[in-house]
């Protein structure tokens, strides 16, 4: 996985693939097991896990699926360590901020 800077954002790759790795570790599941159930070969699951493949939504889905979640609650749960990981700035009007993209 790419390292964490404190002056960029982490890549959404390297979130979901520590997720899909932690939630899969939790269920005592190997690639193998898991990657058979998504529909995938163990390699690009592994790959996804370290961060290296960007996967197409629909893989994702299927990775959910055979990990028993959904797409939904995956996303959640992503998108919550990107809160801990970088918290949002705070929000300025969207005219200030076309103002300031101008």
């Not at 163990?42 to 979640?69: F, H």
């Not at 959904?70 to 992503?78: A, E, G, N």
Request: proline share 6%; net charge negative; charged share 30%.
């Amino acid at each position: 996985m790419a390292e964490d800077r404190d002056d960029t954002e982490p890549l959404w790759r390297d979130l979901l693939g520590r997720q899909l790795r932690r939630m899969r570790r939790e269920r005592g599941e190997t690639l193998t097991e898991t990657a058979q159930r998504a529909g995938i070969s163990p390699q690009y699951l592994s790959e996804i896990e370290r961060g290296i493949k960007e996967p197409s939504s629909e893989m994702i889905a299927a990775v959910a699926g055979a990990l028993g979640t959904s797409l939904l609650d995956l996303t959640s749960r992503v998108a919550e360590e990107l809160y801990v990981v970088r918290p949002a700035p705070a929000l300025r009007p969207v005219s200030t901020a076309l103002a300031l993209a101008a």
